[in-house]
């Protein structure tokens, strides 16, 4: 049985992943889910309607960053694991607003770790026992953008040196290497993985996907940043839920799990397939200026979680984009609450 504390769960992928595991894990098996979210711009309740009469599921708006309230979950609810998604995390806010970035992603992260070694340690009182209750793991959800940018050959494996060139990876990075301390020095049993990037339903229109959906539909301009030959590995929502999960069930203490599709696409190439598909003129878009540390190329090597753990990716490129523009032709209520006059 597992009581867990899901930070960032109204988010895209922290939304997804809470839907996935209620769905998939009975009462015997995950007891308690509890949402802790300080509903920025890009968390939406509207995202879990569908779990939000489930008895195991609980939501309290808050701070990662806010010590106290995390101390009193912690002891009101006992929680034994902990799936961090909580992140400022969209590149282009970073380098406009980069301290946001470092006080959410960094001392957040380090408030739960630090609660949560205290909650779970066997001796909390004795700063240099490593003793902890044989059920409790932290999961910490990275990106592989910490890796930095790759040349048109190679995927950036979990050795790979970090080596982030915005304020978002560099967050990030600094955020899985206080994890990594927290197993080293403490040894708390944390897990980091590494995805990249992901798609599918309740993602906020900021991000590639999405924006494009949604300026097309409205024929909007399509902003490409640069000629939009920045190469992704793109994973859907749904395959990166079921790697966490595989990862809570059978991950290795202290271990990093790199999580990709599989499916590297360039920019422009995802743009005029979603205009294919929606049947709209590729005159829509409109080429602008890169943005500074604008990484060229990502690509993850998934052979560790794949061989050590037995997961593997289920959707293809071309079914997961489909049903993926389908959701939002279906869903534009959904669209409309959440998308503000910026967009």
Known sequence: MRKLLVTG?????GSNFIQYILNRY???DITLLFNLDLLTYAGNLENLK???KDTRYHFVRGNV???ILVRRLFVEYDFDTVVHFAAESHVDRSIIEPELFLNTNIIGTQTLLEVAKQHWNLDPNN???RQYRSDV???QISTDEVYGALDKTGTFTEN???APNSPYSASKASADLLVRSYYQTYGMPVNITRCSNNYGPYQFPEKLIPLMIYNALQDK???IYGDGMQIRDWLHVQDHCSAIATVLEKGKIGEIYNIGGNNEKANIEIVRLILQQLEKSEDLITYIKDRPGHDRRYAIDNTKIVTELGWKPTYTFKRGIQETIQWYLDNPNWVKQVTSEDY
Do not use: N, W
């Open 50 to 52: 569908a779990v939000e």
């Open 221 to 223: 301009p399509l902003p």
């Open 65 to 67: 960053c806010d010590k």
């Open 137 to 139: 793991r932290f999961l």
């Open 160 to 162: 790979t040196p970090l």
């Open 9 to 13: 769960g109204a988010g895209f992928i």
């Open 26 to 28: 009975k009462q015997k």
């Open 127 to 129: 700063k240099y026992s």
